[in-house]
C-alpha cells in the first residue's frame, strides 16, 4: 500500500513537472528570450523530468514484482486457511456423529483405512464402524454418555480437541470391573486427531493423562 502511494505521488509530481517546462516551453518560449538564466532553468528542469522518468519506471518495475512475489502467498494462505475450516467444521459433524452413533455420518467424515489402538480391543479397530463400535461399547454401560467440544485447536493435518465427557453408570453391562451403581461422570477428555488430504480422519490419539499412570500401575484395568 505504501509502495503504491509512492508511485502515484511521484506520478503528481512528473505530471506537474511537465506542465512547468510546457509553460516555459510554449506559452513563454523561453528558448526565444535572451535571459541565459531562463534557459539554463528550463535545461535543468528537462534534465530532472528525465531522471523522473527513470524514477518511475523503476517504481513500476517494482510494483509489478511485488505483486508476481505477493500473489503465490497469497493463494497459499487462502487454501491453508480453507483447509484448516474444513479440518475444524469436520470435527463440528463429528461431535454430531458420536453423539448420536450416526454410522453413515461416520462413513463420511472417517478413512475406511484408519486404525484406532483402543483398551477395549486387542487388536486396531479400523474406519467409521470400528471407533463407533467403542462408543457401542460407552453405551452398553453409560446409555447417556455425551462429549461436548469445548475447545480445539487446528492445522492443515490436525486438530486438537478438549472434549468434555458426560455420563450416568445405569447401563446394563459393567466398566471397568465395576457394576452399574447409578453413578454421574464428568471429565475432561484431550484427542488429537490427524486429516488426510481429502479432508477424512485417519487418526486418533487420545492424551490419558492420570489415566495411563493408573493403568500403568495396575490401579486401572
Known amino acids: 500500500m505504501n509502495t503504491l502511494l509512492t508511485f502515484f505521488t511521484s506520478l503528481i ?17 523561453v528558448h526565444a528570450s535572451s535571459q541565459r538564466g531562463a534557459r539554463l532553468g528550463h535545461r535543468v528542469l528537462e534534465w530532472i523530468l528525465t531522471a523522473w522518468i527513470f524514477l518511475l519506471l523503476f517504481q513500476v518495475y517494482g510494483l509489478l514484482s511485488s ?19 474444513r479440518n475444524r467444521e469436520a470435527m463440528r459433524m463429528f461431535e ?13 467424515l472417517i478413512a475406511s483405512t484408519a486404525a484406532f489402538t483402543t483398551p ?7 474406519g467409521a464402524k470400528g471407533y463407533l463400535s467403542v462408543v457401542d461399547f460407552m453405551r452398553r454401560s453409560f446409555p447417556d454418555v455425551q462429549w461436548k467440544l469445548e475447545n480445539m485447536v487446528a492445522d492443515e493435518t ?36 490427524t486429516f488426510d488430504n481429502e479432508g477424512k480422519i485417519t487418526g486418533d490419539v487420545a ?6 499412570i493408573l493403568q500403568g500401575i495396575g490401579a486401572l484395568p
Open 67 to 85: 505483486n508476481r512475489g505477493s500473489e503465490p502467498t497469497s493463494r497459499h494462505e487462502q487454501e491453508q486457511s480453507r483447509t484448516i475450516e
Open 207 to 212: 492424551a490419558t493423562g492420570i489415566a495411563g
Open 13 to 29: 509530481g512528473f505530471f506537474a513537472l511537465f506542465a512547468a517546462i510546457w509553460l516555459m516551453h510554449r506559452p513563454l518560449n
Open 120 to 126: 477395549v480391543s486387542p487388536t486396531p479397530l479400523f
Open 158 to 193: 490436525t486438530v486438537a480437541v478438549q472434549w468434555r465427557c458426560t455420563g450416568t453408570f445405569t447401563g446394563n453391562a459393567p466398566f471397568a470391573g465395576l457394576q452399574p451403581n447409578g453413578k454421574r461422570f464428568s471429565t475432561t477428555v484431550m484427542n488429537f486427531y
Open 96 to 108: 454430531t456423529c458420536i453423539n448420536t452413533n450416526d454410522l453413515k455420518l461416520g462413513e463420511e
